[in-house]
């Protein structure tokens, strides 16, 4: 810190003044002018060189830690560490950590807390590089690739409350085959199961089971997390409850996951799955809602839109059985916006029967058009990795390393038909660059001691516009057409002041957070302050900045 007072002539007594010319008070003047000028010359390059050294030193600092693993400095890791499945942002990171414990962790994070506010460094958690807009990046600082964490194995407990121990860098996808070898499954789901815990725990983690079991982040007994200051702790609702509930849907912002106790029911073999379609937006919803609550229907209820596809029930025809092919040969889709219920019944093959009959009743209670029922039996692991087997396909086509510019909102059920009418009556004109999700929810599955943020109703809508853009085109299906519409829904759902909630959220300015997050603003930067009061972590959210000084 320096300190210093510059005697200007002006502080001169008057008398002396008078006696001073011109002349010599520019010179006095300009000799003040360039000593200032020299010192901070000299002040500003003593800076720059302890930063540069501070800098320099910084990758020998940390191979010198005592790790498991290692970090890796290699140009086409980090490369890869700078991107994520969005395609649209892209930040070097210094090095990426490869953990082979959960020590590693602890020790790089607590290294970096001790280099104190005067390091730039921070750190990233990345699961399997499914962030959206650079949430998983840090820029020159250290990327913690968590599919590297070599903890213990996944380990299912069976008994009357069944549960799976695993760790935070694991893929749903390996938790689901494994758990299902003692005909065990977690109980809520993402529609994607090539995510890792760690990620989808950071943020709810949603999909059709969601009315009923609420999101993942509502099926989670026990967690081991590694705070900002690189403390490990064990955590659950009775046992350090606060950093529980702040990690769950806290977008990586107060530790990293490294273990999470997930519980499990007894899981189907098979599953009916079936589509109708309905062409009255209020119908559609009034059915969705009535079937959340129903007992005893069905285990999973989605629905999404459809506009300006042609040849829509041929292509369903691949996959589904229509229920009347006549009839439904005579549907045609073109041009119409179509709203598509979609339910999956689970089962067992000794419970075919029984099950048929409740599929056939609850059916008989809703008002779709009758020639656009189409079912099909497939696999529970089928079903449940669904997205993943459209993934291969793309892939072969060159169409799943594309843009992703994605939208995910959370709509009040008060506020639904004001969103459909305007949304996709005048901004959506097709949705043949990805699909349109749309279903309710209902809040009371949710905790609302978590990080996590929705609207303040009972029932609130995921509406999910998952767009793919084509490289190089200036159309519709281009990455700018389909920003402009993002940005013109975003616009009109604050302009008519509509209760929305971002889900994945993405801001830019503090403010823009803190409007996010209304009432749960200041307990958020209470936390933070507690856990991570350096902001060491998740800084590619965008919510804190590390703040840098020099003593």
């Not at 399997?128 to 840090?138: E, M, N």
């Not at 009347?324 to 019944?345: H, I, M, N, Y």
């Not at 300015?509 to 972590?537: N, V």
Request: aromatic share 12%.
């Amino acid at each position: 810190m320096f300190n210093f007072n510059l005697l200007h002539p002006l502080t001169t007594n008057i008398s002396s003044l008078k006696k001073l010319r011109y002349p010599t008070f520019n010179l006095v003047n300009e000799y003040n002018i360039l000593f200032i000028k020299g010192f901070m010359i000299l002040f500003l390059s003593c800076i720059t060189i302890r930063l540069n050294f501070c800098i320099s030193s910084i990758p020998f600092s940390l191979k010198s830690l005592p790790l498991e693993g290692h970090f890796s400095f290699d140009e086409h890791i980090l490369k890869n560490a700078a991107r994520d499945f969005g395609k649209r942002y892209q930040s070097y990171p210094m090095t990426v950590l490869n953990p082979k414990s959960v020590s590693d962790i602890a020790v790089t994070i607590k290294h970096i807390w001790n280099l104190g506010p005067s390091s730039e460094l921070t750190v990233a958690a990345r699961g399997h590089g499914h962030s959206l807009q650079g949430q998983a990046h840090a820029h020159g600082g250290v990327v913690i690739n968590m599919e590297s964490l070599n903890v213990d194995e996944i380990k299912v407990y069976g008994g009357e409350f069944p549960y799976v121990d695993v760790s935070g860098g694991e893929l749903w996808i390996n938790i689901l085959n494994e758990t299902l070898r003692y005909g065990l499954a977690p109980r809520s789901w993402t529609d994607y199961l090539h995510l890792t815990v760690g990620g989808t725990l950071s943020n709810a983690g949603v999909s059709g089971q969601a009315f009923r079991h609420g999101p993942q982040i509502s099926n989670v007994q026990k967690m081991e997390i590694v705070t900002g200051t690189g403390e490990v702790v064990n955590c659950s609702e009775d046992q350090n409850g606060e950093l529980f509930h702040s990690v769950l849907g806290g977008l990586g912002q107060f530790g990293i996951i490294t273990k999470a106790r997930i519980l499990l029911e007894p899981a189907p073999t098979m599953v009916k799955w079936i589509r109708v379609l309905y062409t009255d937006f209020t119908t559609f919803t009034r059915d969705q809602e009535k079937l959340i609550f129903a007992e005893k229907a069905f285990d999973y209820i989605e629905g999404f839109v459809i506009k300006n596809r042609t040849g829509l029930l041929n292509n369903w025809r691949l996959s589904f059985n229509p229920q009347d092919p006549v009839q439904a040969s005579k549907f045609k889709s073109d041009g119409r916006t179509l709203f598509c219920l979609e339910l999956a019944k689970y089962f067992s093959l000794e419970d075919t029967f029984e099950v048929n009959q409740e599929v056939e009743k609850h059916l008989s209670h809703l008002n779709y058009i009758s020639s656009t029922l189409f079912q099909t039996e497939v696999t529970y692991v089928d079903f449940l990795d669904r997205v993943h087997i459209s993934e291969v396909k793309l892939r072969s086509k060159g169409l799943w390393d594309v843009p992703h510019p994605w939208l995910n909102l959370f709509i009040p059920k008060s506020k639904i038909h004001n969103f459909a009418e305007v949304v996709f009556g005048n901004i959506v004109k097709g949705t043949s660059n990805g699909p349109v999700l749309i279903y309710p929810v209902n809040k009371s599955k949710w905790d609302k001691r978590t990080s996590v943020v929705t609207p303040d109703e009972d029932i609130f809508y995921l509406v999910a516009f998952l767009a793919s853009s084509v490289p190089s085109s200036n159309g519709p299906d281009g990455l700018e057409y389909i920003l402009n519409q993002n940005k013109r829904i975003l616009e009109y759902c604050e302009r008519a002041h509509l209760g929305v909630k971002q889900y994945l959220p993405h801001y830019t300015t503090q403010e823009e957070w803190q409007t996010h997050y209304g009432p749960k603003w200041e307990i958020f930067k209470q936390r933070k302050s507690i856990y991570d009061p350096l902001a060491i972590l998740a800084p590619g959210q965008g919510i804190f900045s590390k703040s840098i000084t020099f003593s």
